[in-house]
C-alpha cells in the first residue's frame, strides 16, 4: 500500500513540475480557488501536481471516491485493466505521480514504526491512472502498487510501482498491451538505490 509521500521543492526537478502545474491551474482558472500541495507530506484527498503527458502536468486530487465516502488510493497493479473501478482509466487516462519518496509503516507488536524510502537527490515518479467524474472540479487519480522488492518485504509487503525514466513515455501514450513489460520492470533502478530510514 501507498498511503502517504511526500514532496521536497529543494529538488530542481519538481520545483519545475510544481511551477508547471500552477501555471495551469491559472490559466484554466473557473473562479473557485484550489489549494495545490507543493511540498511537505502528502495525504489522500490533497490536490498534487500530475504528469499526464511529456512535460504535461495539471492538478489533481489523490483518491476515487468510495462508496463508503473513504476515497480508494490504490489500485494492485495485478488487478487494475480488470477492475472496473479502474478498468477505462487504466486503458485510456494513465498519469504520473512526482514525489521525492514515500512512507511506510513497519508492524512491530502493537506499534507502527513510520519509514522514509527514496533515493537522495533523485525524484521518482509513481504509475497512477485518473478519471474526472461529473460535477467534479479536479480529475482524481490512484497510485498502482505491486508486491514489495526484496529488501522491502521486511517493512510492508506492497509498495508503489515506481516507473523509470525510460518508461515514462510508454507508460503515459502507449497502448494497454505494452504495460505488462513496464510494470514487471518498474522499480529496478529504484531498488538498486534505495534507502530506508527509521523515522522517530
Keep these: ?25 491559472q490559466e484554466e482558472e473557473t473562479g473557485e480557488q484550489l489549494e ?57 487516462r494513465r498519469c504520473l505521480i512526482p514525489a521525492s519518496g514515500y512512507y511506510e509503516w513497519k508492524k512491530d507488536g502493537n506499534k507502527k514504526i513510520k519509514h522514509q524510502i527514496h533515493i537522495p537527490g533523485q525524484a521518482m515518479y509513481f504509475a497512477g ?10 480529475p482524481r487519480f490512484v497510485i498502482l502498487t505491486r508486491a514489495a522488492a526484496h529488501g522491502l518485504e521486511e517493512i510492508h509487503e506492497r509498495m508503489p510501482v515506481i516507473i523509470p525514466k525510460k518508461f515514462t513515455r510508454s507508460w ?14 518498474s522499480g529496478a533502478d529504484f531498488i538498486e538505490n534505495v534507502i530506508m530510514r527509521e523515522l522517530k
Design 1 to 25: 500500500m501507498c498511503g502517504r509521500y511526500y514532496i521536497e521543492i529543494d529538488d530542481r526537478e519538481l520545483q519545475n513540475i510544481c511551477d508547471a502545474v500552477q501555471k495551469k491551474q
Design 172 to 185: 503515459l501514450h502507449d497502448n494497454a498491451g505494452a504495460m505488462a513489460g513496464i510494470l514487471s520492470d
Design 129 to 138: 491512472c485518473y478519471k474526472k467524474d461529473k460535477g467534479e472540479p479536479l
Design 36 to 92: 495545490i500541495k507543493l511540498c511537505g507530506e502528502i495525504f489522500p484527498t490533497d490536490i498534487v501536481a500530475a504528469m499526464t503527458g511529456l512535460n504535461e502536468y495539471r492538478p489533481m486530487k489523490w483518491g476515487f471516491g468510495g462508496f463508503d465516502k473513504k476515497p480508494l488510493i490504490n489500485a494492485r497493479s495485478e488487478t487494475a485493466l480488470t477492475k472496473p473501478a479502474f478498468k477505462e482509466s487504466m486503458y485510456q
